[in-house]
């Protein structure tokens, strides 16, 4: 049973909490929101194009995909900084992203090497959009306000440098050794079985000119004297295999 003295007591604790909840609502200046957003969008334009112009475009030259992932990741930044103001879930900023995703990239084979890119921007832009820079000074002064936190932009900067750090190493070309692949339709199939690989691969290289590491056949086309043949070989220094994946005119244009 629950005497009216301690009811009075929860109520005049209830109070005080109130109180105390009431006096943090401190709110961002003008100056400081424009503030907070520079930070964020120059930080994240920063990190994506050293991402993408110097370790993405460097090796692939797609400038499609260069211009998606810039764009892709400086809008993500800023619907997630507009909807965290407005307290919207982050979960329902993520499922308009996945949905744009699909609506963009369902209808085309991305290469793998595109969609970890898409990922890590992804991810940049979440970390940069919604890192808490501010935090709220003198919660239980009479005059609360917010004040730049600046462990919290130091860890948020070491967070990006962290993900350069770890591209630029697995990018690096001691561990990558520069090699590509090659799509080849072979008309001489009678030179694809296991016995005659090495005149096969000699085949190959004189045609194509470039030294093949290893192969794998693919489709045989009886009818046509034609199979589907997978080249892996070393690139030199500088070169790029952007287009060895390419089979139709129509992907050709569009880089």
């Known amino acids: 049973m629950i005497s009216m003295q301690d009811l009075d007591e929860y109520n005049l604790a209830d109070e005080n909490f109130l109180d105390v909840q009431s006096i943090t609502d401190a709110m961002m200046t003008t100056s400081q929101s424009l503030t907070e957003l520079a930070i964020r969008f120059f930080l994240n334009l920063l990190v994506c194009w050293v991402i993408v112009g110097l370790f993405y475009y460097r090796k692939s030259r797609r400038r499609d995909y260069y211009f998606t992932f810039m764009v892709f990741s400086t809008a993500m930044l800023m619907l997630l900084y507009i909807m965290g103001n407005v307290e919207v879930g982050v979960g329902l900023t993520l499922g308009l992203f996945a949905i744009f995703g699909v609506i963009r990239y369902r209808t085309e084979t991305v290469p793998i090497r595109e969609m970890t890119y898409l990922f890590v921007i992804i991810a940049i832009a979440a970390m ?128």
């Open 128 to 255: 940069n959009g919604l890192a808490p820079l501010y935090r709220v000074v003198g919660a239980t002064s009479d005059t609360p306000h917010y004040a730049l936190n600046g462990s919290a932009l130091l860890v948020t900067v070491l967070s990006n440098f962290l993900v350069v750090a770890l591209i630029w190493v697995l990018e690096s070309e001691k561990l990558l050794h520069h090699t590509s692949t090659k799509l080849v339709l072979y008309d001489r199939i009678d030179l694809i079985v296991p016995e005659r690989r090495a005149e096969l691969i000699a085949d190959l290289e004189k045609r194509i000119g470039v030294k093949v590491d290893n192969l794998e056949v693919g489709h045989v086309d009886f009818l046509k004297d034609a199979a589907f043949i997978k080249i892996y070989y070393t690139l030199g220094k500088e070169e790029t295999g952007s287009i060895d994946q390419i089979t139709r005119a129509k992907d050709f244009l569009e880089q």
